[in-house]
T-cell receptor
């Protein structure tokens, strides 16, 4: 089945540690996105990539980094510079049909202790 | 820049009652409009979308939405609520630069027995 996978589902880290969240898609989509979700704040865009080896900052990129070395993969690193990293992180992808339709993975809940 | 407004944060209805979730958008370009549903600790699932053509759009689980350009609205309705409809609902707009989506803050739907 085609889809988007995110791993792990739950992640715990100590303050000051970098952590990388995985996002893989087998939908052959060109574009991929990372969002952060906090209660009552909706979804906020962290980074997005429209093509391999290229990515752009979203609205809240500070303290995060990404790479896009393969079409299928778009990992997100939460660095120690992110002041409040505890949140639910969602990855999405979209194809090039011109409708901007995004499809989401199941999410990773990161808790920094 | 696009913006999406979902008034209120919580709606409660009785099982069998009409569900109406409001969404208004602000856009300088013809929008693509979406409704997503999110169950606890899960990713977003696409309910329905409007891109072009018929302004009344039918989606999954008995939901539908009508694009009204004159009112810049895309309200979501379901004639008869079911307990399984309890979730968070997000309205989103696309069609702007870089194929990004702009999300509303979401609204939580509760269904009373």
């Amino acid at each position: 089945d085609g889809g988007i996978t995110q791993s792990p589902k739950y992640l715990f880290r100590k303050e000051g540690q970098n952590v990388t969240l995985s996002c893989e898609q087998n939908l052959n989509h060109d574009a991929m996105y990372w969002y952060r979700q906090d209660p009552g704040q909706g979804l906020r865009l962290i980074y997005y990539s429209q093509i391999v080896n290229d990515f752009q900052k979203g609205d809240i990129a500070e303290g995060y980094s990404v790479s896009r070395e393969k079409k299928e993969s778009f990992p997100l690193t939460v660095t120690s510079a992110q002041k409040n990293p505890t949140a639910f992180y969602l990855c999405a992808s979209s194809n090039s049909d011109g409708t901007d339709t995004q499809y989401f993975g199941p999410g990773t809940r990161l808790t920094v202790l | 820049a696009q913006s999406v407004t979902q008034l209120g944060s919580h709606v409660s209805v009785s099982e069998g009652a009409l569900v109406l979730l409001r969404c208004n958008y602000s856009s300088s370009v013809p929008p693509y409009l979406f409704w997503y549903v999110q169950y606890p600790n899960q990713g977003l699932q696409l309910l329905l979308k409007y891109t072009t053509g018929a302004t009344l759009v039918k989606g999954i689980n008995g939901f539908e939405a009508e694009f009204k350009k004159s009112e810049t609205s895309f309200h979501l309705t379901k004639p008869s609520a079911h307990m399984s409809d309890a979730a968070e609902y997000f309205c989103a707009a696309g069609g702007g630069a870089n194929s990004k989506l702009t999300f509303g803050k979401g609204i939580t739907l509760s269904v009373r027995p």
